[in-house]
T-cell receptor, first 113, second 111 residues
Framework: SQTIHQWPATLVQPVGSPLSLECTVEGTSNPNLYWYRQAAGRGLQLLFYSVGIGQISSEVPQNLSASRPQDRQFILSSKKLLLSDSGFYLCAWSIVWGTGELFFGEGSRLTVL | SQQGEEDPQALSIQEGENATMNCSYKTSINNLQWYRQNSGRGLVHLIL?????REKHSGRLRVTLDTSKKSSSLLITASRAADTASYFCATVLYNNNDMRFGAGTRLTVKP
């Protein structure tokens, strides 16, 4: 069966520090991968998606970047965090691009102080 | 940007009662999906209904879709305290397959 792992679960970082959130999927090949951000009490905002190794599409201009160094690994990074980067970050994968259901990780809560 | 708008934003009911949540959207869709999120956790897919379907069931869940009104509803029958969670609708847009989430309905089921 397929599983998705996301870490760290909780992160408190000072403004201006770097960020690296990691997500890996097991039990499937060539998944579509996504990074979402969820502000408190809000819906999900799609940040990045990837349909293959090295292929990254960005939905919104921001202080963050994403990379997919391996087929089932998706990394969310920042060189210098802003206060506005605080939030709940969710990694997800899907078999079918666009129309299929998403399978989410447990999320990473980032607090920037 | 959000596409679906859930209504109500919050709903509190007693165990055993039915819970109905609504989702409205603005543009043509390929399909509509409902997800559940326990506090501080990831989202879990509940059900997917395609644009050519009008109703779908899964256990105690019943989803309807009215494309003429651009709306969907999620009914949870005989609710349990364990159903307490936030419920989100997600619309997959017809023209580009983008998936957009609403802000969710927070359901509280009191034992």
């Amino acid at each position: 069966s397929q599983t998705i792992h996301q870490w760290p679960a909780t992160l408190v970082q000072p403004v201006g520090s770097p960020l690296s959130l990691e997500c890996t999927v097991e039990g499937t090949s060539n998944p579509n991968l996504y990074w979402y951000r969820q502000a408190a009490g809000r819906g999900l905002q799609l940040l990045f998606y990837s349909v293959g190794i090295g292929q990254i599409s960005s939905e919104v201009p921001q202080n963050l970047s994403a990379s997919r160094p391996q087929d089932r690994q998706f990394i969310l990074s920042s060189k210098k965090l802003l206060l506005s980067d605080s939030g709940f970050y969710l990694c997800a994968w899907s078999i079918v691009w666009g129309t299929g259901e998403l399978f989410f990780g447990e999320g990473s809560r980032l607090t920037v102080l | 940007s959000q596409q679906g708008e859930e209504d109500p934003q919050a709903l509190s009911i007693q165990e055993g009662e039915n819970a109905t949540m609504n989702c409205s959207y603005k543009t043509s869709i390929n399909n509509l999906q409902w997800y559940r999120q326990n506090s501080g956790r990831g989202l879990v897919h509940l059900i997917l209904i395609r644009s050519n379907e009008r109703e779908k069931h899964s256990g105690r869940l019943r989803v309807t879709l009215d494309t003429s009104k651009k709306s969907s509803s999620l009914l949870i029958t005989a609710s349990r305290a364990a159903d307490t969670a936030s419920y989100f609708c997600a619309t997959v847009l017809y023209n580009n397959n983008d998936m957009r989430f609403g802000a969710g309905t927070r359901l509280t089921v009191k034992p």
